[in-house]
């Protein structure tokens, strides 16, 4: 498939290996040599900054998006190609969903996880047919991974859709895995059962309680 943006979420921090940071200033690089456009949250701190920074010294295109409570933070990038200033975080995520062709998670926190697995649950209910991938440096990813595949194991996610999210330590195998990428067609709810009810009458006592 052809990748003309990518949007990359990672840590506001650069973490302790600098595998980190070398392997986002390798992604920013490659995406610029690409003709890859980066679209990324708009900070200029961790590996945010690094990120977009190396896509720009490279001579890249840069979009990023940043909700005003954090601009006003001073840790917007003022140096972008374009900065999207937008009133909320959901309105960000949104907007950052809009403008690429696929997402990609290097390491980062807590956001970093919320971001790439919301719009991996997209693949899931078919809001987007587009790639969802890790650049897993330094195998930051590795016990993730595992806890994944024990959620395949209890037939919390297929099989079929954990196969889907790509994973590579290096940025041109990924490169090379997103545009191989295929959306799969496979129902999300695997125990899928008809549509009866189980307590008869439980409607009706709820509405009947609820009004007392």
Same mark, same amino acid.
């Given at each position: 498939?052809?990748?003309?943006?990518l949007? /990359?979420?990672?840590?506001?921090?650069p973490? @302790?290996?600098?595998?980190?940071?070398?392997?986002?200033?390798?992604?920013g690089?490659?995406?610029a040599t690409?003709?890859?456009t980066?679209?990324y949250?708009?900070g200029n #701190?961790?590996?945010m900054g *690094?990120?977009?920074?190396?896509a720009l010294?490279a001579?890249?295109k840069?979009?990023?998006v940043i909700p005003d409570?954090?601009a006003v933070?001073d /840790?917007?990038?003022?140096g @972008?190609?374009t900065l999207? +200033? #937008?009133?909320?975080?959901?309105?960000r995520k949104?907007?950052?969903a809009e @403008?690429?062709?696929?997402? /990609?998670?290097?390491?980062?926190?807590i956001? *970093?996880?919320e971001?790439?697995?919301?719009v991996?649950?997209?693949?899931q209910?078919? #809001?987007?047919s587009?790639?969802?991938?890790?650049?897993?440096a330094?195998?930051?990813? !590795?016990?993730l991974?595992?806890?994944?595949?024990h959620?395949?194991?209890q037939r919390f996610? *297929?099989?079929e859709?954990?196969?889907s999210?790509?994973? !590579?330590?290096?940025?041109?195998e990924?490169?090379?895995?997103?545009r191989?990428?295929?959306?799969? +067609? /496979?129902d999300?709810?695997?125990?899928?059962?008809?549509?009866k009810?189980s307590?008869?009458? @439980?409607?009706? +006592? #709820?509405?009947?309680?609820?009004s007392?």
């Amino acid at each position: 498939m052809k990748l003309k943006s990518l949007c /990359v979420y990672c840590g506001s921090s650069p973490g @302790l290996s600098g595998a980190y940071r070398q392997s986002a200033e390798a992604f920013g690089q490659l995406l610029a040599t690409e003709g890859i456009t980066l679209v990324y949250g708009g900070g200029n #701190v961790g590996l945010m900054g *690094t990120v977009a920074d190396a896509a720009l010294c490279a001579g890249g295109k840069v979009i990023g998006v940043i909700p005003d409570h954090l601009a006003v933070q001073d /840790v917007a990038h003022l140096g @972008l190609t374009t900065l999207h +200033r #937008v009133d909320s975080m959901h309105e960000r995520k949104l907007k950052m969903a809009e @403008l690429a062709d696929g997402f /990609v998670a290097l390491p980062g926190g807590i956001g *970093t996880i919320e971001e790439i697995f919301e719009v991996f649950t997209w693949t899931q209910l078919e #809001v987007h047919s587009k790639p969802c991938a890790f650049l897993d440096a330094g195998n930051y990813y !590795a016990r993730l991974f595992q806890f994944l595949d024990h959620m395949a194991e209890q037939r919390f996610i *297929t099989q079929e859709h954990l196969a889907s999210l790509i994973r !590579a330590e290096d940025a041109g195998e990924l490169l090379n895995k997103m545009r191989n990428y295929s959306p799969i +067609r /496979v129902d999300k709810w695997m125990d899928r059962k008809p549509n009866k009810r189980s307590c008869q009458g @439980l409607a009706g +006592r #709820v509405v009947e309680e609820s009004s007392t």
